[in-house]
DNA sequence: GAACAGACCTCAAGCGCTTGAGGTCAAGCA
DNA sequence: TGCTTGACCTCAAGCGCTTGAGGTCTGTTC
């Protein structure tokens, strides 16, 4: 049975060390078991199964406590997999909404920046007033978009 | 001149009353007018014009200390447009990363959803053995892409 | 005139980590 | 043998807000 240190298990996890300690002190791992002498946390591959998996749903935004529920289910096994998928797609939704909303945003930064580049190259006279209130009537429809 | 309640103002910025405070307390904007009775925030016109900017800049991701320098710069006019422009195609290329990044998670929810489905149906012996060891591939793909 | 509702106030704590300070332990080297 | 290095430890504070507790102020109703 081999050992990990929290180096490594951070490495293979791609969770900070910090974090690896904090889902332990809040539960969300089991206590792990620590070396004698030194009292460095030593992790097991089950461990690290764990980790991966909450890593995922890290990775996607998904909340602490439904992170909880997901490894709590994960044990039970077929009678759980209703709310697994439950989970799952209610955070896929979640996401797909969030994509909408970031190429809005991608819209109007981009707009906005080619505005700033113009003034910046200061196209003439008159310009500089003209691309003000432009700058104001983007953000007004950004802010009823968002 | 109109002054407002922090209520109005807030529905009109879509920005929470406390977050109005709190922008007040670090210095985002300048330090609000008061009623002399109540000591209540009284917002003008002008104050909505800032937070009108705050809130498009804050939905799109933009720290406290870009948005610092967005105000500042937005003072000063032409001079530092470049710097405007510069902070504005920084985040744009953020948000483009974040969407790619989203669509490869939504994918893998919908996957894994799907996986969780099959299980839920039960769909034959040995099935569940196979469902789990799937899981675990996706779960270090998911790993690996992220 | 007293009691109530509603909008506002300030202050403190919580979220899910990250960052930093300050200290211990174990191994390698002069 | 003492000294350095590096990986680890714990504890506390910071991020950008949000939420909640507890109190004040104003206006309305009985």
Do not use: F
């Not at 044990?75 to 190429?103: F, M, N, P, V, Y």
């Amino acid at each position: 049975m081999t050992l990990l240190t929290i180096q490594n298990a951070s490495q293979r996890s791609r969770l900070s060390e910090p974090t690896l300690r904090y889902y332990e002190e809040i539960g969300l791992i089991g206590p792990i078991a620590r070396d004698e002498r030194s009292g460095h946390r030593r992790y097991r591959e089950q461990d690290l199964d764990d980790l991966q998996v909450l890593a995922c749903l890290r990775a996607m935004g998904v909340g602490i406590e439904d992170m909880r529920t997901y490894q709590a289910n994960r044990a039970k096994g077929r009678s759980a997999a209703g709310e697994q998928r439950d989970i799952l797609t209610r955070h896929a939704k979640r996401i797909e909404q969030e994509i909408a909303t970031l190429q809005v945003h991608l819209r109007y930064l981009e707009a906005k920046a080619g505005l700033w580049d113009a003034r910046d190259r200061g196209d003439g006279p008159g310009e500089e007033a003209a691309a003000s209130r432009v700058h104001v009537l983007l953000d007004q429809l950004e802010a009823v978009l968002s």
